[in-house]
Nanobody, 120 residues
Framework: QVQLQESGPRLVKPSQTLSLTCTVS??????????WNWIRQPPGRGQEWMGA???????YYSPSLKSRTSISRDTSKNQFTLQLRSVTPEDTATYYC????????????WGQGTQVTVPS
């Protein structure tokens, strides 16, 4: 059973960079055909796909966030990381990492999510 766990600061000041790490257990991030997605959900709103990294290390980004987002991985630690630059209060959300066989919000395995607040 694959398990994912997000970690990182819960409070990020405006204009700074939000950095979250997803630690994976029970499976390898280099497994063929898998997509490791980052999704967020602002309070009172729907889920938003942010981007992903696949088993080969190729990255994919939402067009609306591409200019501010970077996703990378550390295969030795079986982790992948999200960086979101120049945050504003609009980036306040619960952030999830997830595993699926495609890009997007339809995933088979999810982390529990971590609430990140950008104060106004």
């Amino acid at each position: 059973q694959v398990q994912l766990q997000e970690s990182g600061p819960r409070l990020v000041k405006p204009s700074q960079t939000l950095s979250l790490t997803c630690t994976v257990s029970g499976g390898s991030i280099t497994t063929n055909t898998n997509y490791w997605n980052w999704i967020r959900q602002p309070p009172g709103r729907g889920q938003e796909w942010m981007g992903a990294i696949d088993y080969s290390g190729s990255t994919y980004y939402s067009p609306s966030l591409k200019s501010r987002t970077s996703i990378s991985r550390d295969t030795s630690k079986n982790q992948f990381t999200l960086q979101l630059r120049s945050v504003t209060p609009e980036d306040t959300a619960t952030y999830y990492c997830a595993l699926g066989d495609a890009l997007g919000t339809q995933n088979d395995y999810w982390g529990q999510g971590t609430q990140v607040t950008v104060p106004s």
